[in-house]
């Protein structure tokens, strides 16, 4: 019998965490440095554009205007006359000297002006990147053992709680094993911590390599291990846990001239609806101290 396959979500860890550093990334981009304040700097930019464009326009009809008028005023005798195209000639010249002033503001104290604020949501927007990108770092890095590479004690803690929440909901089981490495402290005292750190990893690949994509593996702290196995009920449980002892137990691991083999105890529980994540977890617990006194190297359940 195999246990049926469930589509479960996959953004969990990032459910599960909530880290200060993201709290400074929202409080930047909470600023409005987005997609439409981005627009709204294009829009300026391109207004400015047009009204360089309408002012250098207006500049050459006057520039033509006075032009004609100045061709005009030599033909011109009588008194009113030259009063009028006198007023005319004024009013021109007026008028292309606040088109030149304008121009002048505009390209030398407005355009930089909006350069420069653009520049600056430029740096924000690089800056609000970065941070998003060492926020994501640093929530793997508060999730994951550093050792192994697993998933840690924070991460399992919640994970089990999302797990029981979601298989309450579709009534299917849920099973937790919790392994111990036997004599690990042997191991250390005799051969060193690199080496215990070396058969540590080995352990976490094991168990990586055996599991499916849907459980969830974490190393809980020193030589203690567990797997939350969704849709397995006690047998494909036992059954289960019986194979990675084994395969555990069969590794060798190398280290320099060292060969060491390593065996590991496993405590078994499967959820029964009424107790809690931690209720739940010491009911293994349990079991994996029962295989420990029991002589070690085994299952209970």
Known sequence: MQPEKLTLREDLPLKLSQLTLRKAVDAITSLGFCNGEQMRFHKAESAFFVFIFVILAAGLVTLHAYGLLQALA????????????????????????????????????????????????????????????????L??????DGLT????????????????????????????MILDLDHFKQVNDTHGHDVGDQVLRAVANCLKDMTRYHDVVARLGGEEFAVVTPNMD??????????????IANMSILSGNVRLKITTSVGLAIWDRKETAE???????????????QGRNRVCA
Do not use: C, W
């Open 74 to 137: 030599a033909e011109i005798t009588t008194p009113a006359a030259i009063e009028k195209t006198t007023y005319l000639n004024k009013l021109l010249f007026g008028t292309g000297v606040l088109l030149a002033t304008a121009l002048f503001f505009g390209i030398f104290f407005i355009y930089p002006l909006i350069r420069k604020q653009a520049t600056e949501e430029g740096k924000l927007r690089a800056m609000t990147v970065s941070l998003s990108a060492r926020s994501e770092t």
């Open 139 to 144: 929530e793997h890095a508060a999730l994951t």
């Open 149 to 176: 590479g697993m998933q840690n004690r924070r991460y399992f803690d919640d994970a089990l709680k999302e797990y029981l929440e979601e298989f309450r909901r579709i009534d299917k089981p849920v099973g937790l």
């Open 234 to 247: 006690a047998e494909l449980l036992s059954r289960f846990a019986e194979r990675i002892r084994k395969a």
């Open 279 to 293: 209720e739940f977890y010491r009911r293994a617990d349990r079991q994996l101290y029962e295989a420990k006194r």
